[in-house]
Nanobody
């Protein structure tokens, strides 16, 4: 099993910044992909960004050039730097991981971190 612990959410004013982190622990053999999705009220969950074990990144169109994802492989931790935030970025941000464990390749989700952008 893999556990994901997220931190860093909160309330921020428009134009501000936040940094989210997500640490994975458990019986991990290898992490393939780490990333973030978000879900705003009344909307579908959407990709924010992900990063594979080689460092290749993918970003959702709405966050390109504003958000940056990176990871610390030694700590099994992924980070998301959110800059130039707007009220449209208000959502619950979920960390996810695709990892190889002794049970094989599986996906795991964090509990979610609320990000609220408001003046």
């Amino acid at each position: 099993q893999v556990q994901l612990v997220e931190s860093g959410g909160g309330l921020v004013q428009p134009g501000g910044s936040l940094r989210l982190s997500c640490a994975a622990s458990g019986t991990i053999v290898r992490i393939v992909v780490m990333g973030w999705c978000r879900q705003a009220p009344g909307k579908q969950r959407e990709l924010v960004a992900d990063i594979n074990s080689s460092g290749t990144t993918t970003y959702g169109d709405s966050v390109k050039d504003r958000f940056t994802i990176d990871r610390d492989n030694a700590r099994n931790t992924v980070y998301l730097q959110l800059n130039s935030l707007s009220p449209d970025d208000t959502a619950v941000y979920y960390c996810y991981v695709k990892a190889v464990t002794y049970a094989g390749l599986q996906g795991y989700w964090g509990q979610g971190a609320q990000v609220t952008v408001s003046s």
